[in-house]
Structure formats: C-alpha cells, structure tokens
C-alpha cells in the first residue's frame, strides 16, 4: 500500500506563495502519476495538478494555469506544487494523490481515478 504525507501549507497573504510536497512510500515502482486536488469548506474536490510519471507530462487546472507548477523528484518519491500569486479563492485543504498502473481507462482529472491519497494540508490565503 502505497503513503502520502504532504507537507507545506500554511497561511499567506494574497500575492504570496506557498510550496506543498508530497512524499511517497511503499510500493512505489507501480505509481503511474500524482496528482494535487484541493477541496474548500462545502465544495467538491476540485483537480488542481498532475504529472505521469511515464512521459513526464504535466496538466493543470485553468484556475492555476501560470501560477502553478507541479514536479517531482522520482529520486525521493516525493512532487511538488510550488504556488505563486495565490488568492483568497486558492483557500482549500490541498491533498496529494497517486495513481498506480492503470488496468482501465480513466483520467487523472477525476478524483475518484486515484489509488492512494495523502492527509491533506491546509492553504489559506487572506485578502
């Protein structure tokens, strides 16, 4: 069973930044990519970032296109989401996920894709 421990969030004002990482644990040859998700108070997780492993592609919300970066160090098992110009609205507890080796089609925009799921961590941002 794969693990997830993120770390990073914190509270910072509008125009400021924040970098969240994710470290993975366990079995983690069969990982196919991660992803971040953020959920805020009464609304539905939403997909924020994600990264294959296979190819090193990368994708993102539009809401962060520009502001954030998702990468990973496959070294340490760990992916990052460095946050810059963050907004009242980037408020959420971010959660980082994992998707193993697919055995069916499915994307990696859809929460309920993913195989493993961190803790979460709290970002606020304060206007």
């Known amino acids: 069973q794969v693990q997830l421990v993120e770390s990073g969030g914190g509270l910072v004002q509008a125009g400021g930044s924040l970098s969240l990482a994710c470290v993975a644990s366990?079995?983690?040859?069969?990982?196919?990519?991660m992803g971040w998700f953020r959920q805020a108070p009464g609304k539905e997780r939403q997909f924020v970032a994600s990264?294959?492993?296979?190819?090193?592609?990368?994708d993102y919300a539009d809401s962060v296109k520009g502001r954030f970066t998702i990468s990973r160090d496959d070294a340490k098992n760990t992916v990052y989401l460095q946050m810059i110009k963050l907004q009242p609205e980037d408020t959420a507890v971010y959660y980082c996920?994992?998707?193993?080796?697919?055995?069916?089609?499915?994307?990696?925009?859809?929460?309920?894709?993913?195989?493993?799921w961190g803790q979460g961590t709290q970002v606020t941002v304060s206007s």
């Open positions: 366990g079995p983690t040859s069969k990982i196919y990519a």
């Open positions: 990264s294959r492993r296979t190819d090193g592609v990368s």
């Open positions: 996920a994992a998707k193993d080796i697919p055995v069916r089609s499915g994307s990696l925009y859809v929460w309920d894709w993913y195989d493993y």
